[in-house]
């Protein structure tokens, strides 16, 4: 056995799964052996759900099913609603929100008591959360901002319903085209940390909302989710200070700033998602009639490439999407959750199937041999 040490697990292989293929030096991804690129567009996040938690795509007849079972499934309990408004009144953060509640939902699951490797009860397990967690979502920010939430519809996709609650009115088809694509792209990515955080949980033989628990919090943190909202934020000073987009970049650059949106832990060329997310943002600034924040991010990742090695990843373009669909800058990493649960359940089944209690080593780099002093001696 080596006891080489190596932090952050880097190059370390872990497990095997049949879920997502990534090659970092080719810019690939695919979902159980289907190319990204073949599918984004045309399949929706609800038939990739079925794809990722059962291994094939769904007939049109278990599509329907799927649909209907997983809409059914949106509302919440009145204590999670009050539990909710109480924490949007504390001006919570909207992922420590998510967390909280998500947690919260395993009360009124009525598989709660399932054995944990059931996968019966843990699909529909799966099915509640993922239903869930956009009307909790929706919710919380229309309460924050002082509106009323709005009710779920069973008569909407899983995307159209979410914009719906979060926007009051049903959402223009680029919108929806453009969110359930988005959806679908984030749904898995081999095993990032959120990812490796929720099979840790199940290994253990804790129960589903345990593990989508787990990934949430650390989704979380600023090394995972939220390179997004930076995007944005960036674009906005950009915006807001009035300087040529071209001249911005490069004194960032020359300044030794770091440009959130690019590079990847795992790709070292540009992320595939990112050429499906750009043209949406530009679909949606030309529907608008304002391409501005598509072209300043077009500028930067012009730049980008001449000054330095870096590409866009993922959260590079989906930053300048959402905010031209309203979508509040402090949601994007609970959105990130609301799409990426597909895949930690998903993992979780995996891990469910064929278990083993993951517990690395770690080596001890302390003294030895010190001698014990007792209290009143010290």
């Given amino acids: 056995m080596s006891d080489e040490v190596k932090r952050g697990l880097d190059g370390v292989v872990v497990f095997e799964s049949n ?22 567009q045309e399949a929706s996040f609800e038939e990739v759900l079925s794809l990722l938690w059962n291994g094939a795509w769904p007939t049109p007849a278990e599509h329907e099913e799927f649909v209907a079972r997983l809409a059914a499934e949106r509302d919440l309990a009145p204590p999670v609603y009050d539990l909710i408004e109480e924490l949007a009144a504390q001006d919570e953060n909207p992922m420590a929100m998510l967390r909280t509640v998500t947690s919260m939902l395993s009360a009124y699951d009525p598989d709660t008591d399932a054995e944990p ?125 009035d300087a040529d987009p071209d001249e911005w970049i490069e004194q960032a650059v020359e300044e030794g700033r770091r440009i959130p949106g690019f590079g990847h832990r795992v790709y070292s060329v540009r992320d595939p998602r990112a050429n499906i997310l750009a043209s949406y943002s530009e679909r949606l600034g030309e529907q608008s009639g304002d391409r501005k924040w598509y072209d300043y991010s077009v500028t930067i990742e012009e730049h980008m490439a001449e000054m330095t090695r870096f590409s866009p990843n993922v959260d590079f373009y989906s930053a300048s999407m959402y905010y031209q669909m309203g979508i509040p800058l402090d949601i994007y ?22 278990n083993r209690l993951i517990r690395p080593l770690s080596r001890y780099a302390g003294e030895r041999g010190r001698e014990f002093v007792p209290l009143d001696e010290r």
């Fill in 333 to 354: 990493t609970p959105i990130f959750a609301l799409s990426r649960v597909g895949g930690w359940i998903a993992h979780m089944l995996e891990q469910y199937d064929d």
């Fill in 117 to 241: 490797d059931d996968r019966e009860a843990n699909i529909a397990k799966g099915c509640r959360i993922t239903a869930k967690i956009p009307t909790a979502l929706a919710a919380f920010t229309r309460l924050r901002d002082g509106n009323e939430p709005v009710a779920p519809r069973e008569d909407l996709t899983h995307a159209e319903n979410f914009l719906y609650m979060l926007n009051d009115e049903e959402p223009d088809a680029v919108a929806v085209d453009a969110f359930d694509t988005a959806l679908v792209l984030h749904a898995d990515h081999g095993l990032n940390a959120s990812t490796f955080a929720s099979m840790v949980t199940t290994s253990t033989l804790s129960d589903l909302h345990s593990g989508v628990t787990s990934a949430i919090g650390t989704l979380a943190g600023s090394l995972h989710g939220g390179a997004n909202q930076n995007v944005m934020r960036m674009l906005k000073e950009i915006d807001e200070s």
């Fill in 19 to 40: 879920l997502s293929y990534i090659d970092g030096d080719a810019g690939e991804l695919g979902y159980r052996g289907y190319a990204i690129e073949d599918f984004a």
